[in-house]
C-alpha cells in the first residue's frame, strides 16, 4: 500500500482526524446536512423527553436529548449513520459542570481512541447536546455498539438550550463500558488522536510508524483487542 493510495488515505484519516469537523453553533440535521436551526417550538417533559416541533403543522416529534462527546457531532458521521434520510435531529453546544471528556479505553473497529465521560470535580466541559427522535434511537443504538463498547445512560444534569428556550433537568449520555484511558497523570483528555495512538503504540510495544499502527489497528481485530486490554492498566 502505498503513501498515495486512496485506501490508506481513508483509513488515515478516520483515525487521526477524530473527532472530525463539528459545527459549533445550533444546527439542524437533516436529508444528510447541517441547516440554519430554524425557529421550532420545544417543550421539555417531566419524563425527560423533548416535545419539538419542527414545521407549523402536524404533531411534535418526541426526542431524546444526548451529549454527543466526540464524533457523533460532525456531519460527516452523521450522514455515515443516517444517510440523506429525513432525521431532525437538533444539536447545539452546551457548558457542563465536574465532568470532562476523555479518552475511552478501547480501540474503534477504524482504528481511533474515540471518547467518553469522566467526573472531574471543578472541570468544565463544552460537548454538544442532540435531541434524538425516538424513532432514530435504535440506529443509534447500534452505532454505538450498545451492550458491547457503550451503554446509554441518564444523567441528572440541568442544561439550558437558550436558542430553543428549553431547560433540561436530565440528559443522556452514550457511556464507555471500558473507562477512561488512566495515565501516570489521570485520564487522558480527548484531544490529538497522534497523541493518543502514540501513547496506545507506547503500552503494546509498537516499534513501526505510527501511520503502520494506524492502519494495523484498522485492519486487525486481535491488535484491536489487544491494545484495548493494555489501555486498562
Known amino acids: 500500500m502505498s503513501a498515495n493510495d486512496p485506501a490508506r488515505v481513508s483509513l488515515l484519516a478516520r483515525a487521526f482526524d477524530y473527532p ?86 478501547h480501540i474503534a473497529r477504524y482504528g481511533a481512541m474515540p471518547a467518553t465521560l469522566t467526573a472531574a470535580a471543578g472541570q468544565q466541559s ?27 445512560r441518564g444523567l441528572a444534569m440541568r442544561i439550558a438550550l437558550t436558542r430553543l428556550q428549553v431547560r433540561l433537568a436530565h440528559v443522556w449520555v452514550y457511556q464507555s463500558r471500558h473507562g477512561p484511558v488512566k495515565t501516570a497523570n489521570g485520564p487522558l483528555p480527548l484531544g490529538s488522536q497522534r497523541r493518543a495512538l502514540a501513547y496506545a503504540a507506547g503500552r503494546v510495544g509498537w516499534m513501526e510508524p505510527l501511520e503502520a499502527f494506524a492502519i494495523a489497528l484498522a485492519r486487525d481485530a486481535n491488535l484491536r483487542s489487544q491494545t484495548s486490554q493494555a489501555l486498562k492498566g
Open 20 to 105: 472530525y469537523i463539528r459545527c459549533q453553533s445550533p444546527v439542524l440535521f437533516d436529508r444528510g446536512q447541517f441547516r440554519p436551526l430554524p425557529l421550532i417550538k420545544a417543550h421539555a417533559r417531566r419524563d425527560g423527553l423533548v416535545e419539538v416541533e419542527l414545521g407549523v403543522s402536524g404533531p411534535a416529534t418526541l426526542c431524546l436529548p444526548m451529549l454527543a462527546l466526540g464524533s457523533n457531532a460532525a456531519l460527516s458521521v452523521l450522514r455515515r449513520k443516517f444517510g440523506d434520510r429525513p432525521t431532525g435531529i437538533v444539536q447545539d453546544t452546551v457548558r457542563i459542570a465536574d465532568l470532562q471528556v476523555v479518552h475511552s479505553a
Open 126 to 152: 463544552i460537548v454538544h447536546v442532540q435531541l434524538i427522535p425516538l424513532s432514530l434511537l435504535s440506529r443509534l443504538d447500534r452505532s454505538e455498539a450498545v451492550g458491547v463498547n457503550y451503554e446509554r
